[in-house]
């Protein structure tokens, strides 16, 4: 029904940028309500990073306000992070998600990693 592809993950120096980007397909259009990024570093549970409603309403977690941007293409389907000042802590694997208008069900992305290291 959807799919969710992302791209853009790698390995980057502590204070460096990323962008995370996010393809999706299938049965969603004008349902969109939501879309998001997630991200599960190792040991540790899944947490969101930030999302976008479908009214251009954004949320982000306090640890990457200021310096992730989450942003979407309409007309192309595409969801992007854009991360910057990064530290180790970013460290995870990144998922994205989509939750259409009937709110009861949330696709997620099979995940890219993302590694901040020197």
């Known amino acids: 029904q959807v799919q969710l592809v992302e791209s853009g993950g790698g390995v980057v120096q502590p204070g460096g940028s990323l962008r995370l980007s996010c393809a999706a397909s299938g049965n969603i259009h004008d349902r969109i309500y939501e879309m998001g990024w997630y991200r599960q570093a190792p040991g540790k549970q899944r947490e969101l990073v930030a999302n976008v409603k479908n009214d251009d309403t954004t949320n982000y977690a306090d640890a990457v306000k200021d310096r992730f941007f989450i942003s979407r293409d309409k007309e192309q389907n595409i969801l992007y992070l854009q991360m910057n000042s990064l530290k180790p802590e970013d460290t995870g694997v990144y998922y994205c998600?989509?939750?259409?208008?009937?709110?009861?069900?949330?696709?997620w992305g099979q995940g890219t990693q993302v590694t901040v290291s020197s």
């Open positions: 998600t989509l939750e259409r208008v009937y709110r009861d069900y949330v696709f």
